[in-house]
């Protein structure tokens, strides 16, 4: 399962990327809108700094504006993805975009109906948002199992990304799961490194290595 980052913001990518982990990036009008910033430059650095897929995310409404929009977007790099929500009219451009050879990735996805449409149009990616339907009361990680399971019996190519993961245990049950991606923000990516008994184990570690040298230069060794 590859990671990816759920971001805008350039230093959060610059941080995750140092540790070799960071397979791609995933934006949304919301984190743009974060960031303060032109958000036309601020998409053409991120993409500058990802080493990978990096979704922008369109913002029409028509079949006809988004696929236009999409069209821009495409072309913001090399590494774009350019991601359309899950409604008849982004079906219609997601499709006329991948017939482009656009890379797409259906957003905002909460069910395995709706997953099932993503991949029959071809899409690279879909994105079922598990936070958001723990919110909603629903089962968010029920419905991303029942995704997997169908394109592995379907065989499709379109790759699972769980999206909106908001803990580790979102990680771990996604790869579990099956998922082909998973893309969450800078607190969840720091917090799968964090253990508490790596902590414990270091100090412990540190505190027989400092006793260690202090015996030897008193020569009690
Ligand atoms: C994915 O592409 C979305 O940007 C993201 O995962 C949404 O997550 P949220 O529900 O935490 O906003």
Redesign the pocket.
Known sequence: MKL?L?TANLEEIRAIKRWGVLSGC???P??LAKEHSDWEVQMKEVCAEVDGPV?L?TTEKSAEAIYEEGMKLAGVAPNAVV?VVMTPDGLEAGKRLVEQDVPV?V??TFSPAQAILAAEIGATYV?P?L??LD?AGADGMHVLRDICEIFEVQGYQTQV?A????HPMHVVEAALSGADVA???YDVFTLLVKHPLTDLGLEKFDNDWKKLQKELKEGAR
Do not use: C, I, V
Request: charged content about 25%.
């Open positions: 990816f759920d995933t934006t949304n919301s984190l979704s995310e991601k990735n957003t905002l994105s948002f936070g958001r919110d990304l999206a909106s993961l908001r893309t969450m923000p």
